[in-house]
C-alpha cells in the first residue's frame, strides 16, 4: 500500500471552507478566533484556568469508566494529571464496524500527538479521547471497508430487528464472526 502525507488541500471531497481554514485564508480569518497551528493552541491553552472541582468530577467519571474497561496504568496517570490541572485534548468519533473510518484511529493518535506537544512546551495535558455510543442510526454504522487482496470490499451486519437503540448497546452476535 502506498502511504504518504497529504496536506488537508490535497485531501479528496474536502469542502472549499475547510480547505480555506486549513490553509487559514484571510476569507475566513474573521470566523475563527484562532489559526489551526500549534502555536495558536499552545499560546491559548496556557491562558485556560477550570476550576479544579470540575475538573477532579470529571477525572473521577473518566476513571469509574475506564476502571470497568481494564485501563492500563497510563490512563490513571494521566487522571492524575487532569485532577491536577492539566490541559486536555479531548476528541472522539462515532462508533462503526471494526473500528469504523481510519480517521477514527488518526483522531486519536491526534490527541495523543497534540497533547504530547503541549507537555512538551511545558503545558500539561492529557488526551481524552470518546466513543459516540449513544448515537442511534444502526445503518450508519452496522458497515466498513476493507482491502481485501487489493480491491476495496464492503463489509455489513444485517440490520437489527429490534426499536432504534444506542448502538453501543447492540450485541453483535455470530454474525460478525463470518465478516472477521
Known sequence: MDCR?????QLPHT????????????????????PPNLAA????????????????????????????LGAAAETEKNLQLLESGAVAVVSGQQVGLFGGPAYSFYKAL?????AR???????????IFWMA??????????????FNEG???R????????????????LLGNSVIELV
Open 41 to 68: 493552541v499552545s499560546s491559548y491553552a496556557k491562558k485556560l484556568k477550570f476550576p479544579l472541582d470540575r475538573q477532579r468530577q470529571v477525572a473521577s467519571i473518566l476513571r469509574d469508566q475506564n476502571v470497568r
Open 15 to 34: 469542502s472549499k471552507l475547510f480547505r480555506d481554514y486549513t490553509g487559514y485564508l484571510s476569507a475566513v480569518q474573521p470566523f475563527f478566533a484562532h
Open 155 to 170: 463489509l455489513e451486519l444485517t440490520k437489527p430487528s429490534e426499536d432504534p437503540i444506542p448502538v453501543g448497546s447492540i
Open 133 to 146: 455510543t449513544e448515537d442511534h442510526d444502526v445503518d450508519e454504522v452496522r458497515h466498513t471497508t476493507w
Open 151 to 153: 480491491k476495496l470490499q
Open 117 to 127: 506537544q503541549l507537555t512538551a512546551d511545558g503545558i500539561s495535558t492529557v488526551p
Open 5 to 9: 502525507a497529504l496536506l488537508p488541500s
Open 110 to 114: 491526534s490527541a495523543v500527538e497534540l
